[in-house]
């Protein structure tokens, strides 16, 4: 019933900049908050980014400055923007409400980011 779909990851050098978009299906993201998250081979799971129903947003400490997070009420979507890319950011994003734990139904596929050094 709840389906999130993100796309735009890529294979980006080091400072390029990416656009990330999380389209969801069956609840609107303007009622929910929504963050983004992410994945690397033996790293933990960390939420970089939210937004809250209000629009307020929070970021990791290690994204603060180079990502923002924004909302498209009108096409149901979620992005993420992400500048002054590092090899560290390399990883599957996924996005899902920020809630803890996460919805482990709501997961998607994620999208492959790889920052090249």
């Known amino acids: 019933q709840v389906q999130l779909v993100e796309s735009g990851g890529g294979l980006v050098q080091a400072g390029g900049s990416l656009r990330l978009s999380c389209t969801a299906s069956g609840f609107t993201v303007d009622k929910h908050p929504m963050g983004w998250y992410r994945q690397a081979p033996g790293k933990q799971r960390e939420l970089v980014a939210a937004i809250s129903s209000g629009g307020s947003t929070n970021y990791a400490d290690s994204v603060k400055g180079r990502f923002t997070i924004s909302r498209d009420n009108a096409k149901n979507t979620v992005y993420l923007q992400m500048n002054s890319l590092k090899p560290e950011d390399t990883a599957v994003y996924l996005c899902?409400?920020?809630?803890?734990?996460?919805?482990?139904?709501?997961w998607g596929q994620g999208t492959q980011v790889t920052v090249s050094s």
């Open positions: 899902n409400v920020p809630r803890v734990p996460p919805r482990d139904d709501y």
